[in-house]
T-cell receptor
Framework: AQSVTQLDSQVPVFEEAPVELRCNYS??????LFWYVQYPNQGLQLLLK??????LVESINGFEAEFNKSQTSFHLRKPSVHISDTAEYFC????????????FGTGTKLQVIP | NAGVTQTPKFQVLKTGQSMTLQCAQD?????MYWYRQDPGMGLRLIYY???????DKGEVPNGYNVSRLNKREFSLRLESAAPSQTSVYFC?????????????FGPGTRLTVL
């Protein structure tokens, strides 16, 4: 069975500072990995995904995540955050093959301080 | 193209009352899902429908029933609401035939059971 761990429930960071949101997963088979973002009072939106190929994936708004198979991690980073990045971020994993059920982490609230 | 729509947006019920949450998608997706979101617990899968005509239990199905009315619509019914079902409910859909299982979410229904 697959699982996802997001150890940090809240991460406060000053505007223009770098941030890293941590995600570790567990699975007995190969996986797809996702980061979703949820802005206040909205549904989740896909931020970026790792399917195969380059282990570094990027979003259109400056976030990036690196798939590390040996450490079973998929941490999300941004070199300089903006107020508009304040949101909750969910890491998710989907096992390749079969039904591809998605398991979500418990979320990390990113609070950008002006 | 509306994506995933949910009705109602807000609902207050008394213990023991019943209600149905409606969800529709216009992306011709095969799979649809119902999640609940509670603070500190992330998203938990209630029921899913891998394809039209099939439904299966997720992680927390007790107290709920679902109907996959057609390819577009997937409803969630609470037969006898309990305060423990106070939550935000999200419907999602995905294209199962693809090589990965990116999910598209609706805006959510905020349900309070008194």
């Amino acid at each position: 069975a697959q699982s996802v761990t997001q150890l940090d429930s809240q991460v406060p960071v000053f505007e223009e500072a770098p941030v890293e949101l941590r995600c570790n997963y567990s699975s007995s088979v190969s996986v797809y990995l996702f980061w979703y973002v949820q802005y206040p009072n909205q549904g989740l939106q896909l931020l970026l995904k790792y399917l195969s190929g380059s282990t570094l994936v990027e979003s259109i708004n400056g976030f990036e995540a690196e798939f590390n198979k040996s450490q079973t991690s998929f941490h999300l980073r941004k070199p300089s955050v903006h107020i508009s990045d304040t949101a909750e971020y969910f890491c998710a994993v989907s096992e390749i093959g079969g039904y591809q059920k998605v398991t979500f982490g418990t979320g990390t609230k990113l609070q950008v301080i002006p | 193209n509306a994506g995933v729509t949910q009705t109602p947006k807000f609902q207050v019920l008394k213990t023991g009352q019943s209600m149905t949450l409606q969800c529709a998608q216009d992306m011709n997706h095969n799979s649809m899902y119902w999640y609940r979101q509670d603070p500190g617990m992330g998203l938990r899968l209630i029921y899913y429908s891998a394809s039209e005509g099939t439904t299966d239990k997720g992680e927390v199905p007790n107290g709920y029933n679902v109907s996959r009315l057609n390819k577009r619509e997937f409803s969630l019914r609470l037969e006898s609401a309990a305060p423990s079902q106070t939550s935000v409910y999200f419907c999602a859909s995905s294209e199962l035939a693809g090589t990965y299982n990116e999910q598209f979410f609706g805006p959510g229904t905020r349900l309070t059971v008194l």
